[in-house]
């Protein structure tokens, strides 16, 4: 596995308004007072086979289904930063270097506050798999940034009602908006000045953003993901 990197933002040139738009806004602040208050690490041993892991019950089952997306999104920009595609813009090197830092604060938050709590219940460190990603291909890493924040986006929409602990909910609320930017984002650079950072494809006619459930997510997420996990109660495994 790399090692991430932090870039350096020095001469960065991104526009102060795109630089606006993905600030984390007190995000970081606010995931690192949360914990997991309540919650007994004896009430989520949900696991049959020792051999595959199952996300468990209840709030840390949404919280481990968050965090294996999150493992995703931040290993993928990982990659991406630590070997920029050929020719790339200040701008862009900038954009994905702010995204890269925000899915890292998302992901070390849900292992930090799982562990905290509940920690023979953490999903462990997954490997992922990226066939047909070239990261030397502006295109590709484009296309395939697309696709993560977008499944991403849909996943947090879809699983807000299956948290019970408000505290949660509204950290994932926060959590969505930032990957909501990204995705904006990612959409206005591959077409710039278009209507497409906010598509019929993502946003309905009610001006809600997409839904999906796990099922749906995991089945988007699947090709991306090489170690093995179910999710019992939601149906996975």
């Not at 905290?116 to 047909?132: M, N, Q, V």
Request: aromatic share 10%; with cysteine; net charge negative.
């Amino acid at each position: 596995m790399e090692k991430p990197i932090i870039v350096s933002n020095k001469g960065a040139t991104l526009d102060t308004s795109r630089r606006n738009f993905l600030k984390l806004g007190g995000i970081g602040l606010a995931v690192a007072g949360l914990t997991l208050a309540g919650c007994r690490d004896d009430n989520y041993q949900y696991v049959e086979d020792p051999a595959i892991f199952d996300l468990g019950k209840g709030d840390v089952g949404v919280l481990n289904y968050a965090y294996a997306l999150e493992q995703l999104e931040a290993d993928f920009y990982t990659k991406v930063v630590n070997s920029f595609y050929s020719g790339i813009s200040t701008k862009e090197k900038q954009l994905f270097t702010d995204i890269y830092n925000h899915e890292v604060i998302h992901r070390d938050f849900f292992k930090a506050a799982i562990t905290g709590a509940a920690p023979s219940s953490i999903l462990p460190t997954l490997e992922f798999k990226y066939d047909g990603v070239d990261f030397k291909s502006r295109d590709s890493i484009l296309a395939t940034a697309k696709a993560l924040e977008d499944t991403g986006v849909a996943a947090y929409n879809g699983a807000g009602k299956l948290l019970t602990n408000l505290d949660y909910l509204v950290i994932a609320g926060k959590i969505v908006s930032i990957e909501a930017r990204h995705a904006s984002a990612i959409r206005d650079v591959i077409n710039p000045g278009s209507a497409s950072f906010s598509g019929d494809d993502v946003v309905d006619i009610n001006g809600l953003d997409v839904a999906k459930p796990p099922k749906d997510i995991v089945a988007a997420a699947g090709p991306f993901i090489k170690t093995p996990f179910t999710w019992k109660e939601q149906g996975l495994g």
